[in-house]
């Protein structure tokens, strides 16, 4: 069974709305949670590592005030885009980690944001 | 610090006959290997992983990958394909206990039939 749940799966909603992806660890406590963001046709970046209780640590070039990461608990986690415009139209993913533990290397299956 | 280069943005190859998808890595540690696979429209699946076991990793569907640190790779291999392989794969690197992964550029496989 699926081990990493988000929600919504597809998204479409028009330019400066905000937009909030859920990830849930269904079958572990996530310590970690990373978030990444694949354009069409390209790889996976990795834009943020959240971990439980503390802020967010961005990647270089990714905007914090934008892409707002809550781990409010060891469970979920969120990615709320701010103010959407259509570039940020992507295929977002997460992955719970148990950290140290390469084993809990699950992505989940992704939430598909079309902005227009 | 470390990378990834995946050699061949597609690959096609006919029904029955071998896969070999090459990808390369830089690693300042012993870093840790995954090939990943994506089909349209679906989320990462784990393929199989490198964690300094043994060099020769067998995964899922027939597919396995050799880690020969003296040319720093972790090619992909399969000794024949089938239609449902069609797909894009991914060559990830991670370093330490930290778990961030690095994605190659990925390698788009057809299969004709």
């Known amino acids: 069974g699926a081990v990493v749940s988000q929600h919504p799966s597809w998204v479409i909603c028009k330019s400066g709305t905000s937009v909030k992806i859920e990830c849930r660890s269904l079958d572990f406590q996530a310590t970690t949670m990373f978030w990444y963001r694949q354009f069409p046709k390209k790889s996976l970046m990795l834009m943020a590592t959240?971990?439980?209780?503390?802020?967010?640590?961005?990647e270089q070039g990714v905007e914090k005030d934008k892409f707002l990461i809550n781990h409010a608990s060891l469970t979920l986690s969120t990615l709320t885009v701010t103010s959407a415009h259509p570039e940020d139209s992507s295929f977002y993913i997460c992955?719970?980690?148990?950290?140290?533990?390469?084993?809990?290397?699950?992505f989940g299956p992704g939430t598909r944001l079309l902005v227009l | 610090a470390q990378s990834v280069t995946q050699l061949d943005s597609h690959v096609s190859v006919s029904e029955g006959t071998p896969v070999l998808l090459r990808c390369n890595y830089s690693s300042s540690y012993s870093p840790s290997l995954f090939w990943y696979v994506q089909h349209p429209n679906k989320g990462l699946q784990l393929l199989l992983k490198y964690t300094s076991a043994a060099t020769l990793v067998k995964g899922i569907n027939g597919f396995e990958a050799e880690f020969k640190k003296s040319e720093t790779s972790f090619h992909l291999t399969k000794p024949s394909a089938h239609m449902s392989d069609a797909a894009e794969y991914f060559c990830?690197?991670?370093?330490?206990?930290?778990?961030?992964?690095?994605f190659g550029s990925g390698t788009k496989l057809n299969v004709k039939p």
């Open positions: 959240s971990n439980e209780g503390s802020k967010a640590t961005y």
């Open positions: 992955t719970p980690i148990l950290a140290g533990v390469l084993e809990t290397q699950y």
């Open positions: 990830v690197v991670s370093e330490g206990n930290f778990n961030k992964f690095y």
